[in-house]
């Protein structure tokens, strides 16, 4: 039986990460947040950059793409306490907005038992629908 060496399983590792971080950038562009937007397109970046690195053999590379990696799973675990709504963590917050939406999340006004409720017109005369 053949043995995979270190170099062919970042590989797969590598594309493993690009195919799960374009389904995750899909998804995410169907809601209403822009910070995952931006990560989810560095990190595309930065794999390809570690996939190149490893074909290559470009240790720099190599060690950019650990770094970030490690950042990576930082930023995930802040991701699942966020929708958790761990400590002062809220979904109702504009944070990941970084407050320049009042747009809501697709999947909240078409998901599943979801209800379409309209908001009243702002008093400071805009004209817009806002949903929630």
Same mark, same amino acid.
């Given at each position: 039986?053949?043995?995979?060496?270190?170099?062919?399983?970042?590989? $797969?590792?590598?594309?493993?990460?690009?195919?799960?971080?374009?389904?995750?950038?899909?998804? =995410?562009?169907?809601?209403?947040?822009?910070? +995952?937007? *931006?990560?989810?397109?560095? %990190?595309?970046?930065?794999?390809?950059?570690?996939?190149?690195?490893?074909?290559?053999?470009? @240790?720099?590379?190599? &060690?950019?793409?650990?770094?970030?990696?490690? *950042?990576?799973?930082?930023?995930?675990?802040?991701?699942? $306490?966020?929708?958790?709504?761990?400590?002062?963590?809220?979904?109702?917050? =504009? *944070?990941?907005?970084?407050?320049?939406?009042? %747009?809501?999340?697709?999947?909240?006004? %078409?998901?599943?038992? $979801?209800?379409?409720?309209? *908001? +009243? +017109?702002? @008093? %400071?005369? &805009? &004209? =817009? =629908?806002?949903?929630?």
């Amino acid at each position: 039986m053949g043995c995979c060496t270190g170099r062919c399983s970042l590989i $797969c590792l590598c594309a493993l990460q690009l195919i799960s971080a374009l389904e995750r950038q899909i998804f =995410d562009f169907l809601g209403f947040q822009w910070a +995952p937007i *931006l990560g989810n397109f560095l %990190h595309i970046i930065v794999v390809i950059l570690g996939l190149f690195g490893t074909i290559q053999y470009r @240790p720099r590379y190599i &060690m950019v793409y650990t770094v970030w990696t490690a *950042l990576w799973v930082t930023w995930n675990v802040f991701i699942i $306490c966020f929708y958790l709504e761990v400590g002062g963590l809220s979904k109702d917050t =504009d *944070l990941m907005t970084f407050n320049i939406s009042v %747009h809501r999340s697709w999947w909240r006004e %078409h998901g599943p038992g $979801c209800v379409r409720r309209v *908001l +009243p +017109p702002s @008093p %400071h005369g &805009m &004209m =817009d =629908d806002y949903t929630y």
